[in-house]
């Protein structure tokens, strides 16, 4: 017999969409959303910034902790009167939350706070007649990995896959390695990172002048006349201040300077300011890329004295120090700057010298001509993905990966698998440093930092541009940033959740303080593979629940824009790349973590077809088909979903129909921040729907939508989620439920 689940037939949306929000929040979120907490967790004042698992390092479209651990507990239980509100939100942990709450003097979420599983444990026991470790939750296109993290900390068996080694290698570093190793791994990683920092700073910070945070800079290029003229759009520094950065052009010397100015001011390079001659905008970005490979070429052939001529293409504009200071570069900026230039060179000499090449260190392999993400540098004539960083940060690029790629080899041979994973910890500090140095990076007045490569072009167009501006900022400073590897002060007691500014090791003392000891080898497990073939990989009828997020069309390319993490990250954990992905875990045909590609022809993606099946389409059939051959005859496939064009919402459902699958229930579920990006320039989703479906249903046939059979149906359906969102709630509370449950 077919038991109902909780999940379809009540759920407490107002709860988990609060939490839910409030994982999703920049920073502290809004003051309203707080106090909506603050209701629900006690008059608990301070807000700070929590360590998020999104902090590891950039990945595309990640769902709230949260919200996924509701999902998924009201996915496994039965459907019973006993299971009130008030046992299921015990069950997640809204007391842990509480206490927590209560001891921070916090606001928090279900996140922060370990779920109740005890409680889980008796409820899966009394209502499933079953222990928890042996529920089944699998998440088969994980990404950042959100379904499975709440899973496994459920208590529940948990397999997380993805086709993405950087998605992997994610999954491995937020579940598994804390999980297995715990204090243990946080002890090594806290050693070695404060060791890369030290490493760093002797071997980098004589590039740097130490008062700058980074530096502006214009693409120039120098006119037939002998005039460096700078490609000038966005002259303004600070907003808030009004700073602006002014070119000074000296005809008559054909110099070219810049001051800082409180007043705004028009400037083109468009006739040559110098000799007035016709020049464009694409003339000079054109000319800047051409003589920018060749220096970079030059300097990497050990070229040294070709270091002299590193001012003239990278043309500082001005040196941000802090919140509203700037200052125009000087003399000492300039002789850092071909400092840099040089040791870069002298280090290919040493290289070569030694029987090595410097490109063993550095992300040499060709941009793919198929990644439509970098698509657009290859008309300016960028070819390898080493072409995206200035001599200094290529520089910095090379010691560090050199550095890292060393510890990872005496790491792995001292430690092991555990070795290997804390190696990519500090792999995974390089790839968040470098999304904020290279050449693709712009300045933010409003903010008044650095817009990251994935964070700024990326996220509002799914495709990178060069732009007029570029930011040449400290590895040091970003570096120091990413790992948050400073010591605690001594005497200071140590925070369950602990406040951070985004960087890796709060989330991994979060992480390991949390998992610790959850993991059950030989049972619980990370792949890489490929979601259509789920029943290649897990054996029929086994899975008792797939809870997924799955890719939307073309709304991300996650091939595209990953690949330049990956070049980056790879080049770092060579010599444990077999550790990281051992064969029993790799389930792609063709494809090795050797290859410099992220494997094609195997992500779910496309535009939606008004004719016929699109090319998504065609993918997630294949992954439906896979998965209702090896769910349970009880299982559950729950896939959240949100895209804005209505042809996906009826190719989606269609392929539910056409697959046997039956949809019992849909949940609209807070999945998105209000501060990211596309939402603060255009409309954008706030929420998922949550759709529950069951495999190998019993088929309704309809005549048409207006078939009466067809419209009670919906009435009824629609009647029993409003009944029951109003005896959970009352009738005021209806918008902030956002009920759209039609099943």
């Not at 502290?28 to 590891?56: D, F, Q, T, V």
């Not at 389930?587 to 410099?596: A, H, Q, V």
């Not at 409003?722 to 005896?727: E, K, Q, V």
Request: aromatic share 12%; net charge neutral; glycine share 6%.
């Amino acid at each position: 017999m077919t038991h109902d689940k909780l999940i379809e037939r009540t759920f407490p949306l107002y709860e988990v969409n609060l939490f839910a929000e409030f994982d999703m929040a920049f920073q502290m979120g809004s003051r309203e959303l707080r106090e909506r907490l603050r209701k629900l967790l006690g008059p608990y004042l301070k807000a700070y910034r929590p360590p998020r698992i999104n902090n590891l390092m950039y990945y595309p479209a990640r769902i709230p902790p949260s919200a996924t651990r509701a999902v998924t507990l009201a996915s496994i239980l039965n459907y019973n009167l006993a299971i009130t509100k008030e046992i299921f939100l015990k069950a997640l942990g809204l007391e842990n939350a509480r206490q927590l709450a209560q001891k921070m003097n916090a606001t928090i979420t279900f996140y922060m706070a370990d779920p109740d599983r005890d409680l889980v444990k008796d409820l899966v026991k009394r209502y499933l007649g079953k222990e928890s470790k042996d529920i089944v939750v699998v998440d088969p296109m994980a990404g950042g990995g959100s379904i499975p993290l709440e899973a496994l900390r459920l208590g529940f068996r948990t397999i997380a896959g993805d086709y993405n080694p950087v998605a992997y290698l994610l999954l491995r570093a937020t579940i598994e390695f804390p999980a297995k190793y715990g204090r243990k791994l946080l002890s090594l990683l806290e050693h070695e990172a404060k060791n890369l920092m030290e490493y760093a700073r002797k071997e980098l910070g004589g590039f740097y002048a130490e008062d700058v945070k980074a530096y502006i800079c214009f693409i120039s290029s120098v006119h037939s006349c002998g005039g460096i003229v700078p490609l000038v759009k966005h002259a303004i520094l600070s907003k808030k201040k009004s700073i602006y950065v002014k070119p000074d052009i000296n005809k008559d010397r054909k110099m070219l300077s810049f001051q800082i100015t409180t007043k705004p001011h028009i400037f083109s390079p468009s006739p040559c300011p110098y000799c007035e001659r016709s020049v464009t905008e694409s003339e000079i970005r054109e000319k800047w890329v051409q003589e920018h490979i060749k220096l970079i070429n030059d300097l990497l052939d050990g070229k040294v004295e070709r270091s002299k001529d590193t001012p003239k293409v990278y043309v500082l504009a001005a040196a941000y120090i802090s919140k509203g200071r700037y200052r125009a570069p000087n003399g000492n900026d300039i002789k850092l700057l071909i400092k840099a230039a040089e040791e870069l060179a002298r280090s290919a000499l040493r290289e070569r010298e030694e029987g090595r090449d410097i490109g063993d260190y550095l992300p040499i392999a060709e941009i793919p001509s198929d990644n439509n993400v970098f698509n657009n540098l290859r008309r300016y004539g960028f070819k390898y993905w080493y072409q995206l960083f200035t001599p200094r940060q290529l520089l910095a690029l090379y010691k560090l990966v050199k550095y890292v790629r060393t510890r990872a080899e005496a790491l792995s041979k001292a430690y092991g698998e555990l070795g290997a994973a804390v190696a990519l910890y500090l792999a995974l500090a390089l790839a968040k440093t470098f999304n904020y140095c290279n050449i693709l990076t712009q300045w933010h007045p409003g903010s008044e930092v650095i817009r990251d490569l994935a964070g700024s072009q990326y996220a509002l167009g799914r495709e990178v541009e060069l732009g007029y501006d570029y930011i040449d900022g400290s590895v040091l400073v970003t570096l120091s940033w990413a790992l948050e590897a400073e010591e605690e002060e001594e005497g200071l007691e140590e925070e369950e959740v602990e406040t951070t500014r985004g960087g890796i090791l709060p989330v991994v003392r979060f992480l390991c303080n949390k998992l610790e000891g959850l993991w059950k080898e030989g049972l619980d497990a990370v792949y890489m593979w490929d979601a259509r073939e789920l029943d290649k990989h897990l054996p029929e009828k086994s899975m008792d629940l797939i809870n997924v997020d799955p890719p939307y069309y073309d709304q991300h390319d996650y091939t595209g824009i990953t690949e330049y993490f990956w070049v980056i990250m790879q080049q770092a954990l060579w010599p444990v790349l077999d550790v990281l992905f051992p064969r029993d875990r790799v389930k792609i045909g063709n494809w090795s973590p050797y290859d410099s590609e992220v494997p094609r022809g195997i992500e779910i993606k496309g535009k939606p077809s008004k004719t016929g099946l699109s090319e998504f389409g065609r993918g997630f059939k294949a992954f439906l088909e896979a998965a209702s051959k090896v769910l349970k005859d009880d299982g559950l496939l729950v896939v959240w979903y949100a895209y804005g064009k209505l042809e996906g919402w009826e190719e989606l459902f269609r392929l539910f129909y056409e697959t046997g699958y039956g949809v019992t229930k849909t949940w609209q579920v807070w999945s998105q921040s209000r501060q990211r990006r596309v939402a603060l320039q255009k409309a954008a989703f706030f929420t998922s729907m949550v759709i529950v479906a069951r495999p190998r249903y019993q088929r309704r046939i309809i005549v048409s939508y207006s078939d009466p059979v067809f419209i009670d149906d919906v009435r009824t359906s629609v009647e029993r989620s409003i009944d029951t969102l109003i005896s959970m709630y009352g009738l005021d509370v209806l918008k902030e439920a956002l009920v759209t449950s039609i099943a």
